[in-house]
């Protein structure tokens, strides 16, 4: 069941911070929800497997704060639990369930903490969760019902590669996951489900900054906008201010039914897109704002991108290319593959637009049509703007309405053979009989060698 959330956020601070708090020793120890229960001296209470915290709770340097199956659910209103050294979830039963309320959510913060697993859990009502300079994974374990009172996302990573495996997001206020782009992280985002966060249009469910010496790995994802009010954008990588050298692997997700699915901009940014679907991302009432399945925005031309094997269909448009950028969908000798049709608006077909001076390889890609003119009229370039860049488009998969020669007809050491598959043949010997696609520069002509 969907929850309106307040539009006034930032108007009162977390009741955390007038509460008292608890530390840990320091010294080594490991400390169950029954051990703090001893420990605390009231700030942490029992009733048979259910634990509530009262105050503020600090695990610091060098302790350990293990939850196990002596435990079945955590109470924790208005409550921030900081670790600065570890969380260990050893969870082989039900899931644990840490709770805050709609009007006091807890909120928590990992700062240089290290060996932190929190696996196997159920959280709702939160206010976020901040991530800094700190190594943890999130394992299996579900997000619902936060706010962005304590930060701008579930979890907001800083300076820090978390990973964040098979996990649920839903009907959060706020982003899935953020970084800031005053910071550097490169997230492990891997086979996790998202729907319906964010109850703002002009936030991604994930939503990062700059990315770290690693790279930055989105791989598996379900990404749904779905929102009764609200649709809003799949995933956004952003350096706008040219922060060390970000790469991005987005590999294997599905992001659907939002305002738009992919968005890279700014500078400095390497990409590989490779096996996702991009569909129905037309949830934007101004084609001007949005509404790209993929949208690479460059402010320099080291805004680096290459795509293959991607279904791209029921967008607003297809394939946005804006200012500078390095964008490459397919060359004469490996194949884009990517499926790129049906995407459009105001009753035109907007399959790729290059609204930049760059040009564009887009060699080996189905269009969902066989014509050449059918899909040059798909495509947004230099043909049809004199001061934009050329996409290169011949040959494309099923492209059939080519001239046929004979062998004959050509000296095949001077031009560029493919199969119809999209493999290069390199000399005469290896014609075997079937069908080829000779490409002369711009041209394509088809052989059959019998």
Not at 15 to 21: C, E, H, I, R, V
Not at 132 to 156: L, M, P
Not at 169 to 176: D, T, Y
Request: glycine share 10%; charged share 15%.
């Amino acid at each position: 069941m969907k929850r309106l959330f307040p539009i006034l956020l930032l108007i009162i601070g977390l009741s955390t911070s007038l509460n008292a708090q608890w530390t840990s020793s320091g010294n080594g120890t490991t400390y169950t929800l029954p051990d703090l229960v001893a420990a605390t001296d009231g700030v942490v209470t029992q009733e048979g497997t259910v634990f509530t915290i009262h105050e503020d709770l600090t695990i610091t340097t060098n302790d350990v704060l293990l939850i196990n199956n002596q435990v079945s659910r955590i109470d924790a209103p208005g409550v921030l639990i900081t670790v600065n050294g570890s969380l260990t979830c050893n969870i082989t039963g039900d899931r644990v369930k840490l709770y805050g309320t709609e009007s006091q959510p807890f909120s928590m913060r990992f700062e240089n903490a290290t060996n932190c697993l929190m696996r196997k859990m159920y959280l709702s009502d939160g206010a976020g969760i901040k991530v800094i300079e700190s190594d943890i994974t999130f394992d299996d374990v579900k997000f619902v019902y936060f706010t962005t009172d304590y930060c701008h996302a579930v979890i907001d990573i800083f300076n820090c590669s978390p990973v964040v495996n098979d996990c649920y997001f839903m009907l959060n206020e706020g982003s899935a996951i953020s970084s800031p782009a005053n910071g550097q992280a490169s997230p492990q985002i891997l086979n996790c489900e998202l729907d319906a966060n964010v109850n703002s249009l002009n936030v991604p469910q994930i939503n990062l900054g700059p990315g770290g010496d690693d790279t930055i790995r989105i791989v598996g994802n379900n990404i749904h906008g779905t929102w009764a009010t609200f649709h809003t954008g799949g995933v956004s990588v952003a350096d706008l201010m040219g922060v060390g050298n970000t790469k991005v692997l987005l590999k294997n997700n599905t992001i659907k039914d939002g305002r738009y699915g992919y968005n890279q901009q700014g500078q400095t940014i390497s990409s590989v897109i490779t096996g996702n679907q991009f569909i129905d991302n037309n949830h934007e009432s101004d084609p001007m704002n949005g509404g790209s399945g993929i949208s690479i925005y460059g402010t320099s031309t080291n805004n680096k991108a290459i795509l293959r094997n991607n279904l791209i269909t029921g967008n607003l448009w297809g394939i946005t290319a804006i200012y500078y950028h390095d964008i490459n969908l397919g060359t004469e000798d490996d194949w884009g593959h990517n499926v790129i049709h049906d995407n459009g608006n105001g009753g035109v077909i907007y399959d790729l637009y290059n609204n930049a001076n760059c040009d564009i390889m887009a060699v080996g890609n189905d269009w969902g049509i066989t014509q050449e003119s059918e899909v040059e009229d798909h495509i947004f370039h230099q043909v049809d703007d004199p001061s934009l860049g050329l996409v290169t488009f011949l040959p494309f998969v099923g492209y059939d309405q080519i001239e046929e020669i004979t062998a004959s007809d050509i000296d095949l050491t001077k031009v560029d053979i493919y199969t119809i598959t999209g493999q290069r043949v390199h000399n005469s010997e290896s014609l075997k009989p079937g069908i080829y696609i000779v490409l002369f520069q711009q041209n394509a002509k088809k052989l059959i060698i019998k």
